[in-house]
Every structure is written in structure tokens, then in C-alpha cells.
């Protein structure tokens, strides 16, 4: 069975929280993607689909992206897909990258580079 994108994506994301998160993370934080919510499996599918055009459409460019710009684009991605799937979100949901939690700002930048590792095939 092959993994699609958004599993990718989520288990970028788990392994962030693990990493990062001070304490112990909320169970829906970690839960595994059978157990994820379907709007939120789509959210992830998407994220990691315009992360993967954004890396094909700007080349070698996107090496060149600091750690932070790559996770401010996942959150950036991440906030449009809440909108879409969410009528009236909290505003913690749709923070800006300032207003993120640090251990949010890692996970959202390994985010980005587990992606790029996995479209190079790394």
C-alpha cells in the first residue's frame, strides 16, 4: 500500500508534535490518520500538494528558503484550508505565524522538509 500525500503530512506533523511540544500534546494532536477527521485528512492531502508544486514550480529556488519561510508557507497553507473547511474557526486556529506557538513554527518548518525529503526520494 502506497502513502499518499496527506499521510505524509501528518506524520510530519506527529512527529513534530512529539518533538516539539511541551508536555503532553491533546490526543487529537497525535492521533493516527485512520483516526484523523476526513476534512482534516483533505486539509493535509491539499497542504501537501502546494507544497509540492510550490518546490516543482520554483526549482532549485526553494533550497534557498530559510527554515522559517518554509514552515510560514505550511502554516500559511494550513490557515487557507481551515477556512475552507471550518465556517467560523477560533482564532487560535487561524493565528499568524507571530501568533504561533514555537513548537508549532518547528513542526510546521519540518513540515516542509519531510515533504521535500520525500519528493526527492530522500
Given at each position: 500500500m502506497s502513502v499518499?500525500?496527506?499521510q505524509i503530512f501528518?506524520?510530519?506533523?506527529?512527529?513534530?508534535?512529539?518533538?516539539y511540544y511541551p508536555g503532553e500534546p491533546k490526543?487529537?494532536?497525535v492521533a493516527p490518520w485512520e483516526e484523523t477527521p476526513e476534512w482534516e485528512?483533505?486539509?493535509a492531502a491539499?497542504?501537501?500538494d502546494?507544497?509540492?508544486?510550490?518546490?516543482?514550480?520554483?526549482?532549485?529556488?526553494?533550497k534557498k528558503l530559510s527554515r522559517e519561510d518554509?514552515?510560514?508557507y505550511v502554516a500559511l497553507c494550513w490557515t487557507a484550508q481551515i477556512f475552507k473547511h471550518i465556517a467560523d474557526p477560533k482564532p487560535a486556529y487561524v493565528a499568524?505565524?507571530?501568533d504561533l506557538p514555537q513548537w508549532q513554527q518547528e513542526t510546521d518548518s519540518d513540515i516542509f522538509e519531510r515533504i521535500e525529503d520525500a519528493l526527492s526520494g530522500s
Open positions: 499518499d500525500g496527506g501528518r506524520a510530519a506533523w506527529i512527529a513534530g508534535v512529539h518533538k490526543a487529537g494532536y485528512r483533505a486539509a491539499s497542504v501537501f502546494l507544497v509540492r508544486a510550490f518546490t516543482e514550480t520554483t526549482g532549485d529556488g526553494v518554509k514552515g510560514r499568524g505565524w507571530e
